[in-house]
Structures are given as C-alpha cells and as structure tokens.
C-alpha cells in the first residue's frame, strides 16, 4: 500500500510556517530602533510571468517611483528576463491572506484573545498565483524534443491604494525561473526586491521578510494522469530598515548561485508546435514586524485562547481510542 499524500491545506500551513520561521530570524539579525507610527493602505498582491519578448513591458508597468529605469542595475535586471521569446496569454489570480483573519473563533479568554489579535497585526502573508505555458514551441526543423523555456521570469507585486484612488507599489519582487544550461531542472535567482511600505505594523519600523516560490501542474504519461506540486522553495530572506525610507536590493543574475528544482513535467505525446508546458507558479511573502515589548510580555503572561479547546479535542480522541479497544476486546 502506498503512504498517504499529506492534504495540501496541511502541506500550506507547515510552508507558511517555515516562512515566518525564516523571517524570524532575519528579524532577530536587525538592530533596534525608538518606535516609530505607521499607518496602512488597503494592499492587493498580484503576480505577473513575464515571458523574454514582454520583458520590457512587464518590468515597466508599476515601475517603483524611486528606481530609475536607466541605471546600470535595472539594465541587467531587464537583460537576466529578455531573451526574445513569443508570448501567450496567461491567466493570474491574486489575493492578500493578512494572519489577522486568522482569529480565535471561540473566545474562551476574552483579554488572552485581545491581546493575540494585536499581536498578530505585527505578521502578514500576501500571496497570489498565475497560470501559464512554461515552454515555448518547438521552431520547424529544430529538435522537437528540446526543451526552451517561455517563462523567464515571475514579478510579485503588492499594490497599495492611494488617497488619491490609485495604486502605488508597496513591495516588488522579481525572481529568475530559467532552465538551467543542462536543461535538465529550472533555476530559481531572485533578481530584485524593493519595499516601500510593509503589510503589518512594527514597533521601530524593522520587518523580517521571508519570500517563497512554488508551481503546481497536472500532466500525463501515456495512460495516466498525474497533478502535484512541482518544486517549493524558499528564494529570499531579509531584514529590513523601513524608517530611513524604501528598501531596494538587487541581487546577482548569473554564476552558480541560485537553486535547481525538477522542471515541469511534459504530457505524453503533447502537440509541440505551440506553447505548453502548462503550470500554475505561487509567491508568498511574509513580513514580521517588531511587536511591542509590553505586547509580547502580555501575550506570554496571559493563557492560550485555544487551550480548553484543545484539551477537549484530546478528551475525544482519548475517548475514541478507548471505545475502539473495548470493541476488539474479547
């Protein structure tokens, strides 16, 4: 019999959890700054797979108003995604998941549960998704079983709104999903990072930030069909600064450095003279912001809002087991 594959929402929760693991620690890297107000804007996460042949217009649109187009690192930016392939449509969905949500549904201690929903505006998820042809179709007369990839690179962009009604960027991340010269696995770099404004509150304006990308796709061998998660991996951590101004980092596009992850797996007897390849790629960042002292020091003096719950999760469980050998008893 073969193990049981864990449910994805599972599989979610552990991911989101190295992620504010790994941001943790980038937290605990920074200095410590007086604490500093900060106010937020409604935010939207969007994520856009930018094709060579629409890199220079995908990098363009929400251009951050601080980074200048015509610098020498936006310059290899553009030459690291550019690469003059075709393009084709590709769908994307996006949505903002703040831990906020995340409440306690039954308040058990009304001043436990106050003060970890505080707590938790000090911690935030974005994330959002899009789906399209990783490969790009075979030229007549080429070698139709090479592979080249279409999908260069993927942009995650946080949007925030403005008094205004417009939208302004919050935070950027670009990252590199190019196969590899062997061509036998995909290459994760992350390229650049700019933050503006975080997703969560901070006592003294530092955050911890931990980004991670993923792709998920459904193929076939010659009489089965498979779906799963290709690669997850985490491509960036960072501690930032945000009381001085922006944050902006580039990283480096060529040399060894990076990660190689299985490529996207190819359907048996696909049609290669178009686009395929098809595959759904997943960005999530987490930002952790300094909390209070005094917040901290309540949340750890105070019970756990879900212990009677959990005690009694375990009182049936207990119960159940109990039952179930009494049954097979002779």
């Known amino acids: 019999m073969s193990a049981r594959r864990p449910r994805r929402g599972t599989l979610a929760c552990a991911s989101l959890a190295v992620l504010f693991a790994e941001a943790s620690l980038a937290q605990a890297a920074g200095d410590q700054a007086q604490g500093v107000p900060f106010t937020f804007a409604p935010t939207r996460a969007v994520l856009v797979l930018i094709p060579g042949a629409e890199a220079a217009q995908a990098l363009a649109e929400h251009r951050p108003s601080s980074i200048v187009a015509t610098s020498a690192p936006e310059a290899q930016l553009l030459q690291a995604c550019a690469d003059g392939e075709s393009q084709r449509g590709a769908a994307a969905k996006g949505f903002l998941w703040d831990i906020l949500t995340r409440t306690w549904q039954i308040l058990l201690h009304p001043m436990a549960v106050s003060v970890r929903n505080e707590l938790l505006k000090y911690s935030s998820v974005s994330d959002a998704t899009a789906s399209g042809d990783y490969y790009r179709a075979s030229d007549p007369g080429a070698n139709a079983a090479a592979l080249r990839s279409r999908i260069t690179c993927v ?49 003294n304006g530092r955050y911890a930030v931990a980004i991670s990308l993923r792709a998920d796709a459904v193929w076939r061998d010659e009489y089965t069909g498979h779906r799963g998660q290709i690669f997850e991996e985490k491509l960036a951590t960072e501690s930032v600064d945000l009381k001085p101004g922006s944050y902006l980092k580039y990283y480096p596009s060529d040399g060894p450095e990076g990660v190689r992850v299985p490529i996207i797996p190819v359907s048996f007897g696909i049609d290669r003279s178009r686009d395929f390849g098809r595959a759904e790629f997943g960005v999530s960042v987490a930002e952790l912001g300094t909390a209070p002292a005094t917040l901290t020091l309540l949340a750890e003096m105070l019970p756990d809002p879900n212990q009677n719950l959990q005690q009694l999760v375990i009182a049936a469980a207990t119960a159940g087991l109990a039952t179930g050998i009494a049954a097979h008893s002779p």
């Open 155 to 203: 942009r995650f962009t946080r949007l925030a709104s403005t008094d205004s009604g417009g939208d302004e960027v919050a935070l950027d991340f670009i990252a590199s999903v190019r196969l590899d010269t062997a061509r036998d696995a995909i290459r994760l770099r992350p390229l650049r990072l700019y933050i503006s404004q975080a997703a969560a509150k901070s006592a």
